[in-house]
T-cell receptor, first 118, second 112 residues
Framework: GAVVSQHPSWVICKSGTSVKIECRSL??????MFWYRQFPKQSLMLMAT?????????EQGVEKDKFLINHASLTLSTLTVTSAHPEDSSFYIC??????????????FGSGTRLTVV | KNEVEQSPQNLTAQEGEFITINCSYS?????LHWLQQHPGGGIVSLFM???GKKKHGRLIATINIQEKHSSLHITASHPRDSAVYIC??????????????FGTGTRLTIIP
């Protein structure tokens, strides 16, 4: 089945540094990648939608200069948390969408990245 | 407005019990997804439904399009089924900008 590889699975960084998270679709082409953030015991919160070769669409309230998304190829999307602060500590997870049937899409999720900013 | 409601929020059951998790959505969908999130955080897609019923092992998912309701059933539940189960809808109104709308999740705990 479809697999999305997300790295790293966890990262600890110092306040003020930047962290890059990668999501790679291994056996299919992900024309669209979604990036989510999840706080403990809460549901997934969509941060942005990225389409291959175009600029990402950010949800309201998400700072695009802080959360840089690049979807340069059909198999790779990256999220860079710039100038990280402790409040950016969270669980980040990506999801790749592929068209399965007319008007119906399948979604494959990465394994997530737990970011801790100290 | 595109909304997904899920119940119950928490469910604790004994091993072997039959489990039902419910999901209701507000308007027309192109597909309804059931997802499983384990304590480590990774999410697995269990089912994608647009009509009827699907079965995979001990898991059964049903959907009633007219009533805008879906259920996830687990037969002969086992402690390894303990996870958060999430219902998510692909709303037709999002056509051209398709994205999932999530329920709040059901935290299932199966006691040995």
């Amino acid at each position: 089945g479809a697999v999305v590889s997300q790295h790293p699975s966890w990262v600890i960084c110092k306040s003020g540094t930047s962290v890059k998270i990668e999501c790679r679709s291994l056996d299919f082409q992900a024309t669209t990648m979604f990036w989510y953030r999840q706080f403990p015991k809460q549901s997934l919160m969509l941060m942005a939608t990225s389409n291959e070769g175009s600029k990402a669409t950010y949800e309201q309230g998400v700072e695009k200069d802080k959360f840089l998304i690049n979807h340069a190829s059909l198999t790779l999307s990256t999220l860079t948390v710039t100038s990280a602060h402790p409040e950016d500590s969270s669980f980040y997870i990506c999801s790749a969408r592929e068209k399965r049937f007319r008007l119906r899409y399948g979604y494959t999720f990465g394994s997530g990245t737990r970011l801790t900013v100290v | 407005k595109n909304e997904v409601e899920q119940s119950p929020q928490n469910l604790t059951a004994q091993e072997g019990e039959f489990i039902t998790i419910n999901c209701s959505y507000s308007v027309g969908i192109s597909a309804l997804h059931w997802l499983q999130q384990h304590p480590g955080g990774g999410i697995v897609s269990l089912f994608m439904l647009s009509s009827g019923k699907k079965k995979h092992g001990r898991l059964i998912a049903t959907i009633n399009i007219q009533e805008k309701h879906s259920s996830l059933h687990i037969t002969a539940s086992h402690p390894r089924d303990s996870a958060v189960y999430i219902c998510a809808a692909d709303f037709i109104s999002n056509f051209g900008n398709e994205k999932l709308t999530f329920g709040t999740g059901t935290r299932l705990t199966i006691i040995p």
